[in-house]
């Protein structure tokens, strides 16, 4: 089976512009994630998807392989469409890394890839058990709900809409889809429940995607804000 990994990237951002190229303890922030992402020995190749000049010369700078995307894109499943249908070499799955997890744990992606070991696997995501009441009602943190096979029922970031049988699982914002099912999940239209929740997945299920979610013990820092940097070089010193 072989995956390419693409880390879509943006240098607009609301919160923190220009995120991708903010220094943390000496590398860039993209920098980080991709050299992390090429230790998944899983992976056949790893390449950054921007919409930016700056990023894309960083990357090429720092002898990683970018490739230019329209700036038309509404999310980084759109971005990876993109790259993927441009590309000449043959491959069967496509990882969408998180441009902002700088110390994402190859280990990581390589079981959102054995999620494929599955030939019914469309798209695969992960999922990590919450153990604090923090997290639990945190409305920035989505939870994911999936049965004892793993096929995802739902994601919403409210508790109140999810069922109390169910064990609460924070969701991890990694995906993988096969190559023919990325091409049509980013021709479908937004959806009721993708517009409620601002979760795109939801988009797939109410479509009739199946959606496999892996439970990984691995803990995940993503970088919102300028204040989430310090929180990343506590955690690397």
């Known amino acids: 089976m072989k995956v390419i990994g693409i880390i879509p990237s943006r240098y607009g951002s609301t919160r923190f512009p ?31 998807a921007t919409d930016d000049s700056r990023i894309y010369n960083h990357v090429l700078g720092f002898g990683g392989k970018a490739e230019m995307t329209s700036k038309r894109h509404k999310t980084g499943t759109e971005r990876c469409n993109e790259v993927a249908q441009n590309l000449n070499t043959p491959f069967d799955v496509i990882v969408n890394i998180q441009g902002d997890e700088p110390l ?11 999620l494929f070991n599955d030939p019914e696997t469309q798209i695969g995501t992960l999922a990590k058990k919450i153990d604090d009441t923090a997290t639990l009602e945190d409305e920035n943190t989505p939870k994911a709900i999936f049965d004892t096979q793993g096929n995802a029922l739902n994601f919403s970031r409210k508790i109140s809409n999810i069922a109390t049988e169910f064990t609460y699982y924070k969701h991890i914002g990694i995906y993988a889809y096969k190559k023919d099912v990325l091409e049509k999940i980013c021709q479908l239209q937004e959806s009721n429940n993708e517009k409620k929740e601002r979760l795109e997945q939801l988009r797939w299920l109410d479509n009739n995607y199946n959606i496999k979610v892996g439970i990984t013990n691995f803990q995940t820092l993503s970088v919102d804000t300028p204040e989430d940097i310090e929180k990343i070089k506590v955690q690397m010193r």
């Open 18 to 48: 220009g995120k991708p190229l903010v220094d943390i303890l000496g590398k860039s922030m993209i920098q980080r994630v991709y050299e992390q992402s090429k230790k998944c020995a899983s992976l056949t190749d790893v390449i950054v």
């Open 104 to 114: 994402i744990n190859p280990l990581q992606i390589n079981e959102i890839i054995q």
